[in-house]
């Protein structure tokens, strides 16, 4: 599976922007897929995951309540609506995928995009 995130860009606080992933190679509608971010010095941690149905979701604290996962099977594509930016939302937006559930930890993916970047200014 080949992944590819885009979407990312300069936003202000308290904007919206919505990252897409985009899957080929082979379906992954088998897979749940996560949303991963590495701000500048930091680790890379979870924000987001769903599963290959979308029936399950998870979110982390940080976000919830102003990012929305989704997936369209039928086109490959995984979504992350961010709404509500904060400038401490500024990061490299990574989608990874696995078979199974979703998990909340790097190791448990499989399959990882190139990322994409997304910046929050005030």
């Known amino acids: 599976v080949q992944l590819q995130a885009y979407g990312g860009g300069l936003v202000q606080a308290g904007g919206s922007l919505r990252l897409s992933c985009a899957a080929s190679g082979r379906s992954f509608s088998s897979h749940a897929t996560g949303w991963f971010r590495q701000g500048p010095g930091k680790e890379r941690d979870i924000v987001a995951a769903i599963a290959w149905s979308g029936g399950s979701t998870y979110y982390a604290d940080s976000v919830k309540g102003r990012f929305t996962i989704s997936r369209d099977n039928a086109k490959n594509a995984v979504y992350l609506q961010m709404n509500s930016l904060k400038l401490e939302d500024t990061a490299v937006y990574y989608c990874?995928?696995?078979?199974?559930?979703?998990?909340?930890?790097?190791?448990?993916?499989?399959?990882w995009g190139q990322g994409t970047q997304v910046t929050v200014s005030s």
């Open positions: 990874a995928v696995r078979r199974g559930g979703w998990g909340t930890l790097q190791y448990q993916y499989d399959y």
